[in-house]
């Protein structure tokens, strides 16, 4: 997923910056909520992490002020607040989850993962593109629901990025579930990738430049 982290303690937040990158997402940090709204207008999120007492606009104004803009993104706060009716203003604005501080990182991710797994559910057919699905079930590439001839490791890849959809797959999961962990270099994942892309008729597979690759989900779903 990319995620949106409006933290000002310019510490904690590269903390939680980089805990949640090494676990295969993307984060984008800033330090006002003046700048938050101005990125949610011009940039794509899969979810927004707010503190809450911050510089320029608060996480919870900032929050009103999207949805009133017909804007609809799940939103975790992390705030060191505590009163009752801060936390309930939180809920009512239609917040997913709410983290006090202090808190341990791995416990931000299992939020994080719990959303995930509410976004998708138990199927085993999920859908990449506006043409293409995977049938984990069959281990089949669709497009348009007509299966697509594709070689085992081609499958393979397809299958480890249809299981981590709107999340970096970076080459360490490349070479442990496709390659068996064989110590085979970069450049060669890269070449193996460029070939499934090449035979695809439409390109959903995103380049991570130096890190891996990943599917974003799409907006229908």
Same mark, same amino acid.
């Given at each position: 997923?990319?995620?949106?982290?409006?933290?000002?303690?310019?510490?904690?937040?590269?903390?939680?910056?980089?805990?949640?990158?090494?676990?295969?997402?993307? &984060?984008?940090?800033?330090?006002?909520?003046? @700048?938050?709204?101005?990125?949610?207008?011009?940039?794509?999120?899969?979810?927004?992490?707010? @503190? #809450?007492? &911050?510089?320029?606009?608060?996480?919870?104004?900032?929050?009103?002020? #999207?949805?009133?803009?017909?804007?609809?993104?799940?939103?975790?706060?992390?705030?060191?607040?505590? @009163?009752?009716?801060? $936390?309930?203003?939180?809920?009512?604005?239609?917040?997913? @989850?709410?983290?006090?501080?202090?808190?341990?990182? !791995?416990?931000?991710?299992?939020?994080?993962?719990? +959303? +995930?797994? $509410?976004?998708?559910?138990?199927?085993?057919?999920?859908?990449?593109?506006?043409?293409?699905?995977?049938?984990?079930?069959?281990?089949?590439?669709?497009?348009?629901?007509?299966?697509?001839?594709?070689?085992?490791?081609?499958?393979?890849?397809?299958?480890?990025?249809?299981?981590?959809?709107?999340?970096?797959?970076?080459?360490?999961?490349?070479?442990?579930?496709?390659?068996?962990?064989?110590? #085979?270099?970069?450049?060669?994942?890269?070449?193996?990738?460029?070939?499934? !892309?090449?035979?695809?008729?439409?390109?959903?597979?995103?380049?991570?430049?130096? $890190?891996?690759?990943?599917?974003?989900?799409?907006?229908?779903?």
């Amino acid at each position: 997923m990319k995620m949106l982290l409006l933290e000002d303690d310019t510490m904690l937040g590269e903390a939680i910056t980089k805990y949640i990158e090494s676990t295969g997402h993307v &984060v984008k940090l800033v330090k006002n909520g003046n @700048d938050a709204l101005a990125l949610i207008g011009v940039e794509k999120f899969d979810l927004l992490i707010f @503190d #809450i007492t &911050v510089p320029g606009m608060d996480g919870l104004t900032l929050l009103e002020t #999207i949805h009133n803009n017909k804007i609809r993104i799940p939103t975790i706060f992390i705030s060191a607040l505590i @009163d009752i009716e801060d $936390i309930s203003r939180a809920f009512d604005l239609g917040c997913f @989850d709410y983290l006090k501080k202090p808190f341990h990182l !791995k416990e931000l991710t299992l939020r994080i993962d719990k +959303l +995930l797994q $509410i976004r998708q559910g138990p199927q085993a057919h999920k859908r990449l593109s506006k043409s293409y699905s995977f049938d984990s079930d069959t281990l089949t590439l669709l497009f348009n629901n007509e299966p697509q001839i594709l070689h085992k490791r081609q499958l393979q890849i397809i299958e480890l990025l249809s299981q981590n959809r709107s999340r970096v797959v970076n080459y360490d999961m490349f070479r442990e579930y496709v390659w068996n962990d064989d110590e #085979i270099d970069n450049a060669t994942i890269r070449a193996e990738v460029n070939r499934v !892309k090449k035979s695809l008729r439409e390109d959903f597979i995103i380049n991570i430049r130096s $890190i891996g690759y990943m599917i974003e989900r799409p907006t229908s779903l």
